[in-house]
């Protein structure tokens, strides 16, 4: 019988799988899109922190300790998010989330202290964690529906919409205020968020072939499972604390450390989102061919030895090979990380694997400031790469512990 249905099925072109593709469709082109959305935002504004620190008179450690209501806002709301996803369903979360970043970006060239500004990006930081989750528990399903791998390619459309959201704000730096700049950015994001809003809303989250409920909804994992989500969530720990850091940091680095202009310091972002971009797009071959562990031993080595480059260079271009470099070990880190652990507990596995990653941007942005108010922002940054070197490990000695971390 199975052999007689690929007849069928070869004889008519398989206008089941195509059918189901063609409903499928939609759904991946508006997910894709919030990716983009979410990426093209934050690198809006990372890109102009060097404007808000001159706005706001803060010293290297006080723009650190604002910094960190990013992450805070993100790790407070990431459980939470986890369920209100089980409850109402990843869609409609997805789109409140875009919904509310879009308007909290808005909000930092208003203030004019430290603590006002850590204050709003509580907000800002709310809206981006709680985006990250749905679209990735979102993510998961789709994935799973489709039957191949192909969670780096929603990543790539973050680091896509990353690259395009610094190019422009390289070259609005020094044309535009950062007022002007982040309105223009909540505009252009209001406009993208309900337009693919009305498609997630439209299709409801596809269910998971060969997943039995309980564990779709993030129930009743097993304490092997725990302990699994919580390796992944130590690599994409290791690892978020370096996209934060050159995101937070790596344009004030090359402006500052450097002399660099202020345009080729924006650059700096978009050239390892750039990097990003053209690792995750070879993700899922990479996925194919090598399997969790080599993809996660070897970017976790090659973003430590980029990261070196970049932070000790003592010229701009060879700074930004290093952030080049880095971008490209990073690239798969954490989709991979993220992703397995959503297979293993649907948003409650996102929502925990992401809590860890955001703990990351958390340590990072006053870890580094104090860094570089005690010693220099150049060898604070070190730090991104020996992160980047312990996640190498923790996949290397976890590679037996079961197929989450297997070979391939």
Sequence with gaps: MPTLNKIRTAILGGPRVTSGADALRPLRSALTLFFALDGFLFAGWVVRIPAIKQQTGASEGALGLALLGVSAGAVATMTLTGRLCRRFGSHPVTVAAALLMCLGIALPPLTHSALALGLVLLV???AYGGLNVAMNSAAVDLVAALRRPVMPSFHAAFSVGGMLGAGLGALLAGRLSVTAHLLLLTATGLVAGAAAGRVLLAHPAPRPPRTPEPR????????????????????????????????????????????APAGLAALGYSVFALAMTLGRLSGTALLERLGQTRLLVAGGTTAALGMLLGSLAPSLWAALAGFAITGLGLANIFPVAVGRAGELAGPGGVAAASTFGYGGMLLGPPAIGILADRFSLPLALTTVAALAAVSALVAYATRRAGTAVSAG
């Excluded at 092997?224 to 720990?237: C, D, P, Q, S």
């Design 124 to 126: 800002f930081g709310a």
């Design 216 to 259: 779709a909804d993030g129930r009743r994992t097993t304490t092997r499972e725990r302990k699994l989500i919580a390796v992944f969530g130590t690599v994409a720990l290791c690892t978020a604390y370096g996209e934060g850091a050159l995101a937070d940091w790596g344009a004030l680095h090359l402006r500052q450390d450097l002399a």
